[in-house]
């Protein structure tokens, strides 16, 4: 049986490239993205229209969405920086649009075999591991996305056994924001980061749902 993937945010850099690595492994992909979809997280009812129209269910549904930069805004460095619509459009971006497609996980995925839905988090999303302090906005989305995810890996786990739900921590990818805001780390090519990913996915089992890893599969502390 030719396994299914969706992607949503196929067409950015990660996502097409985790897109085109499994059409290279012969499955059959789905993508969806702002740019060619409209599928927009700012449209609530647009999501949910394209994501209902879908003839699941899916092995894998991968959420590739997420912004740095905001509207042109880019991370902030102090509390003084802070300002309520670009914190707002960071959470809409980061946990609320990826927390929209969840509604809709318990239909996409199948209940008789195994399958795994993912989100792009990042490292700064971890309380733990947060030394350097700055970037707010994002720090606090992507933690909120963690805590999402964990809890929906409970709920799923209730009713699709062999479900595996994480968030998932790329590394720095070379793209033109990180050319900006990752000076300093080591970088990998979008494809790179899409092999890495999946051989993650992988490897791991319905024991580590609900977790955080690192493109290494290293677990990573909330």
């Not at 707010?136 to 709920?155: C, D, P, S």
Request: hydrophobic share 45%; with cysteine; aromatic share 6%.
């Amino acid at each position: 049986m030719t396994k299914k993937a969706l992607i949503l945010g196929a067409s950015g850099g990660i996502g097409g490239a985790i897109a085109r690595h499994l059409s290279n492994a012969d499955w059959a992909v789905t993508g969806l993205s702002r740019s060619t979809d409209g599928f927009d997280f700012a449209d609530p009812e647009r999501v949910d229209a394209l994501l209902s129209d879908l003839d699941g269910p899916f092995d894998l549904v991968f959420i590739a969405t997420g912004a740095l930069e905001t509207d042109g805004r880019g991370p902030e460095k102090a509390l003084k920086h802070l300002d309520a619509e670009v914190l707002a459009a960071q959470f809409r971006t980061n946990a609320i649009g990826p927390s929209l497609v969840l509604r809709h996980a318990a239909r996409l995925l199948p209940r008789d075999r195994p399958a795994h839905i993912a989100a792009l988090s990042a490292r700064v999303g971890s309380i733990g591991d947060n030394r350097m302090g700055g970037w707010y906005g994002y720090r606090a989305a992507k933690a909120a996305l963690n805590q999402v995810m964990h809890t929906a890996a409970i709920e799923l786990g209730r009713t699709h056994k062999q479900a595996i739900c994480v968030a998932l921590h790329p590394g720095t990818v070379a793209t033109d924001l990180t050319a900006v805001h990752g000076a300093g780390h080591d970088k990998v090519t979008p494809a790179e980061a899409a092999a890495n990913l999946l051989r993650v996915l992988s490897s791991l089992d319905v024991a580590q749902s609900g977790q955080f890893f690192d493109w290494r599969g290293d677990r990573v502390v909330w």
